[in-house]
């Protein structure tokens, strides 16, 4: 059986399937305190993938034999519901799941302030309820705004972006149909206030030169996904990250 051809992702004049230029974030909404029920959450819009994110805590850490003499324990789930793609996932944790639950909870754990809630319990669960590229990056960003949300104690935000390669071009963040068509993804997740990478992978090749412009054209996305985070927090509390 013949596979079928990839299909042209960039036309002559530079445009992509979207109409977006290599260098276009998708139309970006960004909402905090979306849900009751939780301490804190947030819900991030990038195109058509939309991520919800709630935080429960700083609890008293169950089972009692988890908890840590001189910190909190910050746990996280990242999930994407069964009606989030094309193909009907299964239900329950797949191993990427697994995966990029420990990889967005290691960056979280790089920005709270664990040491002050000893023995106890920080919950952070992160929901893609629809997914078109730029699921991790979109859900580590949702899960930062809503840590600040409940009050968590943080040394600063964190804001991310993925970006790719396709028809060898460097492109910023990818969408569904340019992450598994390109030749390379690579997410990226920074500190902005004192400009710490928190994340990166890269799937796929790229040359020294291309990853250096990738990694300066993650800046850029990250810095307008930043804008919108201190902006959001400001039109709620009052307040930004870059005002602490």
Do not use: W
Not at 30 to 42: C, H
Not at 58 to 69: F, G, R, T
Not at 211 to 216: A, I, T
């Amino acid at each position: 059986m013949e596979q079928a051809a990839k299909p042209k992702l960039i036309d002559e004049s530079g445009r992509r399937l979207d109409g977006r230029g290599p260098t276009d974030l998708r139309p970006l909404k960004v909402e905090v305190g979306v849900l009751e029920k939780s301490d804190g959450s947030a819900y991030i819009e990038l195109g058509k993938t939309k991520v919800f994110a709630a935080v429960y805590g700083p609890k008293e850490a169950h089972p009692k034999h988890l908890a840590v003499p001189d910190r909190a324990i910050l746990n996280c789930r990242y999930h994407m519901t069964s009606f989030s793609t094309d193909e009907r996932k299964t239900l329950g944790m797949t191993r990427r799941e697994i995966e990029l639950s420990k990889v967005i909870r290691e960056a979280l754990e790089s920005v709270v302030f664990l040491e002050e809630f000893p023995r106890s319990a920080i919950d952070v669960f992160i929901e893609v309820v629809q997914a078109d590229g730029g699921t991790r990056t979109a859900g580590l960003t949702a899960a930062s705004l809503a840590l600040a949300d409940a009050g968590i104690p943080m040394r600063e935000l964190i804001a991310a972006v993925a970006v790719g390669k396709v028809d060898g071009t460097i492109i910023l963040d990818p969408s569904d149909i340019e992450d598994k068509h390109g030749e390379a993804d690579m997410p990226v997740g920074i500190a902005p206030r004192s400009n710490t990478m928190v994340l990166l992978q890269l799937n796929g090749k790229m040359t020294k030169d291309e990853l250096k412009k990738g990694l300066e054209l993650a800046q850029i996305g990250i810095q307008n996904i930043y804008q919108a985070q201190c902006e959001v927090l400001k039109k709620k509390y009052g307040v930004s990250m870059t005002e602490v």
